[in-house]
């Protein structure tokens, strides 16, 4: 399966014409619908719809839609009716002229001070009379269904390209793992002879005598005590295990974005623990390369979804 990416944009329009019932076929008005669909990243799926009242029914139809597509992200799905022709001005009838002179008059009797209605009020009023209502349920289902492919599209070739952009820094994680993994033994052994020589040096200047035997026990106890301390090879460990589990879901794809979010947070605490217990300075710049990687993969991670 595919990784999708929670970031997208996709648009489409279709056109279509408006029959009045009171005229031919021939004074049809043509229109145009417009839908398009945006998404950004969100923890869970954040749905908001920008519709004009025309379409406002239509919303469920549309809400289920999404859901069954889309996992997660925050979707924003905006839709528009516009006269295909600009110069286009509806042409009121005499009935409806009448009407509006009438509720005029009936205004001015009492509020003779109110100001008359302008050709462009008159306009404006009569635009929704001389478009009569119409069913737009299967142009805008089609349209929402194009245009949701659409935007599949786009968020796959982006899911695509962080899926690549993630497996190249993984790459570089198991360079620096493996640079790590033979420091570990080196510095383990290089405490412990240095705690054994400090040990043996107070002791002598103590009293000048040979280090007893208890003692000399002792100071081997605490020399392996540290050396376990500043021990990382289990870090080292988990370190290759986590990068093993995220390249396998990036390559099996689908709905990954939550588990790669988990396995980059123990990635980053085992490249932070790693640091925190470096004894050489090899193995801190080691650290921070990593932390530095881990960090640019948990952007990456933040938009997949």
């Known amino acids: 399966m595919p990784v999708y990416s929670m970031t997208g944009y996709a648009s489409a329009q279709h056109s279509t014409a408006h029959t009045s019932s009171e005229v031919e076929s021939k004074n049809a008005t043509p229109s ?9 990243n969100s923890r869970f799926l954040d749905l908001a719809f920008r519709l004009p009242e025309e379409l406002r029914q239509y919303e469920p139809a549309l809400r289920e839609l999404l859901v069954g597509r889309i996992k997660r992200g925050k979707v924003e799905l905006r839709a528009a009716i516009e006269s295909e022709s600009q110069s286009s001005v509806p042409d009121p009838s005499p009935r409806l002229l009448q009407r509006l002179n009438a509720v005029q008059d009936s205004v001015k009797a009492w509020l003779p001070e109110a100001r008359p209605l302008s050709v462009a009020d008159v306009v404006r009023l009569c635009a929704s009379e001389q478009l ?30 962080l899926a690549a952009v993630m497996l190249e820094q993984i790459g570089q994680l198991r360079t620096l793992t493996e640079q790590a993994k033979p420091l570990v033994p080196q510095l ?23 280090l007893p035997e208890a003692a000399q026990d002792r100071a081997l106890a605490e020399a392996t005590a540290f050396a376990i301390r500043i021990d990382v090879a289990e870090e080292i460990t988990r370190l290759g295990s986590h990068l093993d589990e995220i390249e396998r879901l990036i390559r099996k794809g689908g709905e990954i974005g939550k588990r790669l979010d988990f396995l980059i947070q123990e990635l980053h605490r085992e490249a932070n623990t790693l640091g925190s217990k470096s ?15 881990v960090e640019q993969m948990r952007e990456q991670v933040q938009n997949i979804e």
């Open 32 to 40: 145009r619908l417009g839908l398009e669909i945006r998404s950004v």
């Open 188 to 210: 383990v052994a290089q405490q412990r002879q240095r705690f054994m020589d400090r040990w043996t040096e107070a002791m002598a200047l103590t009293d000048g005598a040979a």
């Open 132 to 161: 009569p209502a119409r069913d737009w349920r299967q142009d805008v289902l089609a349209l929402a269904e194009r245009t949701l492919a659409e935007l599949l599209l786009a968020r796959q070739r982006e899911g695509e390209r």
């Open 279 to 293: 004894a050489a300075l090899e193995l801190t710049h080691i650290s921070v390369d990593m932390k530095v990687l």
